[in-house]
Nanobody, 117 residues
């Protein structure tokens, strides 16, 4: 099993920045891709950004150029640096990790990001 713990959410004005961090523990050798999803009220959970063990990244179109995902395999952490935040970025952000050898995902408990006008 893998446990994921997020930190770094909060309240910020539009145009501001936040950094989310996620630390994985347990059977971290199982992990391949890691990333961040978000879920706004009344909406489905959507991908924000992902990063492979080798460092390949993918971003949702809505965050390209504003968010940067990074990963430290030695520390089993994945971070999301968010710049130029917009009110539509308001959501609960979830860290996720995908296993290498079977189709199974792990999720963190979520951290709230609120962007005010």
């Amino acid at each position: 099993q893998v446990q994921l713990v997020e930190s770094g959410g909060g309240l910020v004005q539009a145009g501001g920045s936040l950094r989310l961090s996620c630390a994985a523990s347990g059977s971290t050798f199982r992990i391949n891709a890691m990333g961040w999803y978000r879920q706004a009220p009344g909406k489905l959970r959507d991908v924000v950004a992902t990063i492979s063990r080798g460092g390949s990244t993918n971003y949702a179109d809505s965050v390209k150029g504003r968010f940067t995902i990074s990963r430290d395999n030695a520390k089993n952490t994945v971070d999301l640096q968010m710049f130029n935040l917009k009110p539509e970025d308001t959501a609960v952000y979830y860290c996720y990790a995908a296993e290498q050898l079977r189709p199974y995902d792990y999720w963190g408990q979520g951290t709230q990001v609120t962007v005010t006008v």
